[in-house]
C-alpha cells in the first residue's frame, strides 16, 4: 500500500537529480486565450528513480515532461538539474542538455521505416557523447534477435522498444516517456514497461512515466498525482508490483 509523503521527499543520502520551484506555464498570457497548464510546481526528482506522473488530459502533464526535457521553458519559477540552472540556459546549452542527458520516448514510435531497428538507434549514436552500441541498446530491450528487420516487420510493442533503445543508447541520465503504452493492448503494454523498467534498474537513468492509466502507478517508486497544472499528491509505494503482474 502507498504511503502518503510530500513533493519534498527524498530518498535517504540523495541529492536530487532535478529541482523545480514556481514552476508556472502560461500560454497566450493577457488574451482570452490564456491557458495555465502548469501552476507553481514545486518537485524534486532523484537519479534512479521510476516515477510515474497521472492525471487525466490537461492536467499538465506534458508540459512538465517538456519543461525537464528543455523542450520547452516555463513561464516562471526555477528549475535546475545536477545544480545548475535550466531555466537560465540559453537554446543551444539546453539544445546540448537534450542531446547529451535526456532520451525522449513517446506515444508514436517515429521510427524511419526504411531502416531497420538497428539503423533506426544508430542514428542516435551517430551524433552522441558515448553512445552505446545500437546492438547492446536493443539487446537490453529484447529485440537483440531482431536488429535487422524493418518496422514494418515488427508488432507495435517492437517499434516502441526499438525507440526505447534510440532513447537509451546515447545513455542518458533521464528517461522520460509520455503515454508509452497508450497505443498499445495490455500485454504488449506490459512488455514495453518491462522495458522501461530494465532500464531504469540496469543503467541507474530516472525513469519517468506519464500515463493517464492508475495501474501502472504500482510499478513505480513514487507516483505524483496531477490537475489542472498542480501537485494534488505525491505518495510512496513501499512494495513496487513487477510490471508482468499489472492488470487495467
Same mark, same amino acid.
Given at each position: 500500500?502507498?504511503?502518503?509523503?510530500?513533493?519534498?521527499?527524498? +530518498? $535517504?543520502?540523495?541529492? +536530487?537529480?532535478?529541482?523545480?520551484?514556481?514552476?508556472?506555464?502560461?500560454?497566450?498570457?493577457?488574451?482570452? $486565450?490564456?491557458?495555465?497548464?502548469?501552476?507553481?510546481?514545486?518537485?524534486? *526528482?532523484?537519479?534512479? &528513480?521510476?516515477?510515474?506522473?497521472?492525471?487525466?488530459?490537461?492536467?499538465?502533464?506534458?508540459?512538465? !515532461? @517538456?519543461?525537464?526535457?528543455?523542450?520547452?521553458? +516555463?513561464?516562471?519559477?526555477?528549475?535546475?538539474? %545536477?545544480?545548475?540552472?535550466?531555466? &537560465?540556459?540559453?537554446?543551444?546549452? #539546453?539544445?546540448?542538455? %537534450?542531446?547529451?542527458?535526456?532520451?525522449?520516448?513517446?506515444?508514436?514510435?517515429?521510427?524511419?521505416?526504411?531502416?531497420?531497428?538497428?539503423? @533506426?538507434?544508430?542514428?542516435?549514436?551517430?551524433?552522441?557523447?558515448?553512445?552505446?552500441? =545500437? &546492438?547492446? =541498446? *536493443?539487446?537490453?530491450?529484447? !529485440?537483440?534477435?531482431?536488429?535487422?528487420?524493418?518496422?514494418?516487420? *515488427?508488432?507495435?510493442?517492437?517499434?516502441?522498444?526499438? $525507440?526505447?533503445?534510440?532513447?537509451?543508447?546515447? /545513455?542518458?541520465?533521464? #528517461?522520460?516517456?509520455?503515454?508509452?503504452?497508450? =497505443?498499445?493492448?495490455?500485454?504488449?503494454?506490459?512488455?514495453?514497461?518491462?522495458?522501461?523498467?530494465?532500464? @531504469? &534498474?540496469?543503467?541507474?537513468?530516472?525513469?519517468?512515466?506519464?500515463?493517464?492509466?492508475?495501474?501502472?502507478?504500482?510499478?513505480?517508486? /513514487?507516483?505524483?498525482?496531477?490537475?489542472?497544472?498542480?501537485?494534488?499528491?505525491?505518495?510512496?509505494?513501499?512494495?513496487? /508490483? +513487477?510490471?508482468?503482474?499489472?492488470?487495467?
Amino acid at each position: 500500500m502507498p504511503d502518503s509523503a510530500d513533493k519534498h521527499t527524498t +530518498p $535517504a543520502g540523495s541529492e +536530487p537529480l532535478f529541482e523545480a520551484r514556481g514552476l508556472t506555464k502560461i500560454y497566450n498570457p493577457g488574451t482570452e $486565450a490564456e491557458v495555465r497548464a502548469l501552476d507553481g510546481v514545486d518537485l524534486d *526528482l532523484f537519479e534512479s &528513480e521510476l516515477v510515474v506522473l497521472l492525471g487525466a488530459s490537461g492536467s499538465g502533464k506534458s508540459t512538465l !515532461l @517538456n519543461i525537464l526535457g528543455g523542450l520547452d521553458v +516555463p513561464t516562471d519559477g526555477t528549475l535546475d538539474f %545536477r545544480g545548475e540552472s535550466l531555466t &537560465e540556459a540559453d537554446e543551444r546549452a #539546453l539544445t546540448q542538455f %537534450r542531446r547529451e542527458t535526456v532520451g525522449f520516448v513517446f506515444q508514436f514510435y517515429n521510427l524511419i521505416p526504411s531502416l531497420t531497428a538497428r539503423e @533506426n538507434v544508430t542514428l542516435i549514436t551517430d551524433i552522441a557523447r558515448d553512445p552505446m552500441p =545500437a &546492438e547492446e =541498446a *536493443l539487446a537490453l530491450v529484447g !529485440l537483440g534477435e531482431r536488429m535487422d528487420h524493418f518496422p514494418s516487420e *515488427l508488432s507495435g510493442g517492437e517499434q516502441q522498444r526499438i $525507440a526505447i533503445a534510440r532513447a537509451i543508447a546515447k /545513455r542518458p541520465d533521464v #528517461l522520460l516517456c509520455d503515454e508509452p503504452t497508450g =497505443a498499445l493492448d495490455v500485454k504488449t503494454g506490459i512488455t514495453v514497461l518491462e522495458a522501461i523498467a530494465r532500464v @531504469n &534498474e540496469d543503467m541507474g537513468t530516472l525513469a519517468m512515466i506519464i500515463t493517464h492509466n492508475a495501474a501502472i502507478a504500482e510499478m513505480a517508486g /513514487r507516483v505524483i498525482h496531477m490537475s489542472a497544472g498542480r501537485i494534488t499528491e505525491i505518495h510512496t509505494n513501499t512494495e513496487r /508490483r +513487477p510490471a508482468h503482474t499489472l492488470v487495467w
